[in-house]
């Protein structure tokens, strides 16, 4: 079936670290993958989305990996800030609309 | 450009009634999600509307349902609320074909 999970429920980083967060997904057929991010009272806000035929994207401060071999996804955001404190969503795009989400991480970062 | 609109923010209702909540895309976004996320089950995928059709749908009951307008705004409808119902129930619109969804603040519902 669907499901996209995410390793560690929580993960603590100094300010000024770079963070990893990983994510396991079964469905093989997804196109996009997309990490998403959710700070408290607010919707998840989009970050970056990679393609099903690339290994690697960077953003601004972010860098997201896929191996499509073992069905795992990370995200590494570089010098983590105090901004980034938030619940980490991986998600698959399954088309016309519907994205599967993982269970999330909560990044606290430390000053 | 205005982000994506969710009308209420919050809601308190008692069981066995029923609730409307609505959305606002991004201009120009035709595609329009509704997601439930609860702290135990997380964000689960609720049904999709694109040009007035629904195209997808999740694993929830007939209680459930939605529409969307030709302006793209969309409503949701849960009818018979029951106490497992309380949620946020988050909104996210898309250009065709793109797989970037950008979400709304939510709707937090609460059912007692």
């Known amino acids: 079936g669907e499901s996209v999970g995410l390793h560690l429920p929580t993960l603590s980083v100094q300010e000024g670290d770079n963070s990893i967060i990983n994510c396991a997904y079964s469905n093989s057929a997804s196109d996009y993958f997309i990490w998403y991010k959710q700070e408290s009272g607010k919707g998840p806000q989009f970050i970056i989305d990679i393609r099903s035929n690339m290994d690697k994207r960077q953003g601004q401060r972010v860098t997201v990996l896929l191996n499509k071999t073992v069905k795992h996804l990370s995200l590494q955001i570089a010098a983590t800030q105090p901004g980034d404190s938030a619940v980490y969503f991986c998600?698959?795009?399954?088309?016309?609309?519907?994205?599967?989400f993982g269970d999330g991480t909560t990044l606290t970062v430390k000053p | 450009k205005a982000g994506v609109t969710q009308t209420p923010r919050y809601l308190i209702k008692t069981r066995g009634q029923q609730v409307t909540l609505s959305c606002s895309p991004i201009s120009g976004h035709r595609s329009v999600s509704w997601y439930q996320q609860t702290p135990g089950q997380g964000l689960q995928f609720l049904f999709e509307?694109?040009?007035?059709?629904?195209?997808n749908k999740g694993n929830f009951p007939g209680r459930f349902s939605g529409r969307q307008f030709s302006n793209s705004r969309s409503e949701m409808n849960v009818s018979t609320l029951e106490l497992g119902d309380s949620a946020l129930y988050l909104c996210?619109?898309?250009?065709?074909?793109?797989?970037?969804?950008?979400f709304g603040p939510g709707t937090r519902l609460t059912v007692t």
């Open positions: 998600a698959e795009n399954m088309g016309a609309g519907k994205s599967t």
């Open positions: 509307y694109f040009s007035e059709t629904q195209r």
């Open positions: 996210a619109s898309s250009l065709a074909g793109q797989p970037q969804q950008y």
